[in-house]
């Protein structure tokens, strides 16, 4: 079998997230909370690390952050990665206190001495770094190149750097080349991944937008490489809050059968035959699994049409009626109840099937 993308890369490791090599494409997002504030910056990670995230960045915008980020990285039960723009030193120091990796932009770092000394910083303390490129900071030579289209100009500051960070001896390298763009991004990601086929590969779409553009973005732009087999890590980037990140991505690699974490709800799209309120009966049920972890498939079926046989296979379900609904499971009905007590008796299923295994 030809092997993916994916699975030729390097294996970095982030604190004790394996990323390329095969490993699973790992999820990650950034904290928004202030840098020089601990406590809101620890809250956001355990809900971040609750809601399925497996690697955390950190912005350090000042070197009085310094502090803050080191006690941030000591008690942080996710690995903590530093987010360094302008300031070579601050990336210098960020290792030396904890990062679990560095991401630094070549486009503003300050040149090949200062890359260089964060490279000696990263080996030093044994950690690894992600080459991030943005099509909004590229550095001045490449941006004026009218002979290279924006995906050429992106993956080939990438390349650049890649190549001085091997010259250097240090292979422990990430890489990104992010557009707001799509097909910008997924042009960027496919060069990268045939010229680079050993560098593992971040994903993502930058500035994508709130909630539902962003998501809708990511999904179009992410899926499409990750179905190639291409990324090692992502992050779905939302003007929202963070753990809304987190979910997104479980959502998209769900849907691509690539990894599950949680349940996926089946609902139809309601119709004339409808006779509940369906639209908020799917929201409930959706709140209600956001706390189960178990992979299940609950469907919130608005009729008989789109009942029992249509959603077969999933491992629990309602079909709703008048003012009532028929409880199933595998295809199977259970009971039927009120439509005030559907939430309720799929809760009572769903608790069933956890305490199963």
């Known amino acids: 079998m030809t092997m993916k993308p994916n699975e030729r890369t390097r294996r970095v490791m982030v604190g004790d997230v394996p990323m390329g090599g095969g490993a699973p494409c790992a999820v990650q997002s950034m904290l928004n909370a202030p840098a020089n504030d601990v406590a809101a910056n620890l809250a956001q990670i355990d809900a971040l690390a609750q809601a399925g995230c497996e690697v955390v960045r950190m912005a350090v915008p000042?070197?009085?952050c310094l502090d803050a980020f080191e006690e941030v990285c000591a008690r942080s039960p996710l690995p903590v990665v530093a987010d360094i723009h302008f300031d070579a030193q601050i990336a210098i120091e960020a290792a030396r206190r904890g990062a679990a990796k560095l991401r630094i932009n070549p486009g503003n770092i300050g040149g090949w001495e200062k890359t260089d000394a964060v490279i000696e910083a990263a080996r030093e303390a044994g950690i690894p770094i992600r080459i991030g490129v943005n099509a909004g900071s590229l550095d001045e030579g490449l941006k004026a190149r009218a002979d290279l289209t924006l995906p050429e100009k992106l993956a080939a500051s990438v390349k650049e750097y890649v190549a001085h960070f091997e010259q250097r001896g240090f292979f422990d390298v990430v890489a990104s080349a992010k557009a707001h763009d799509v097909m910008t991004t997924v042009e960027t990601y496919r060069i990268l991944s045939r010229e680079l086929p050993e560098v593992p590969l971040h994903i993502g779409?930058?500035?994508?937008?709130?909630?539902?553009q962003g998501v809708v973005k990511s999904a179009s732009g992410l899926g499409i490489l990750l179905?190639?087999?291409i990324g090692d890590t992502m992050r779905i980037s939302l003007?929202?809050?963070?753990?809304?990140?987190?979910r997104a991505c479980w959502m998209l690699l769900?849907?691509?059968?690539?990894?599950?974490r949680g349940p996926e709800i089946i609902s139809c799209p309601t119709c004339g035959r409808c006779q509940v309120d369906l639209i908020d009966l799917a929201r409930r049920v959706d709140e209600r699994l956001s706390q189960v972890k178990a992979p299940l498939k609950v469907a919130v079926m608005g009729c008989v049409v789109n009942g029992p046989g249509e959603a077969a296979d999933a491992d629990l379900g309602v079909a709703c009626g008048a003012g009532s609904g028929v409880i199933f499971a595998k295809g199977k009905v259970l009971r039927k109840v009120?439509?005030?007590?559907?939430?309720?008796?799929l809760s009572e299923?769903?608790?069933k099937l956890e305490s199963e295994g």
Request: proline share 2%; net charge negative.
């Open 254 to 260: 769900s849907a691509l059968d690539l990894r599950r």
């Open 239 to 246: 003007t929202d809050d963070p753990t809304a990140e987190v």
């Open 205 to 212: 779409v930058t500035e994508a937008g709130t909630l539902m």
């Open 62 to 64: 000042r070197r009085a």
């Open 227 to 229: 179905e190639e087999g």
């Open 349 to 351: 299923e769903i608790a």
């Open 338 to 345: 009120d439509e005030a007590c559907i939430v309720e008796a």
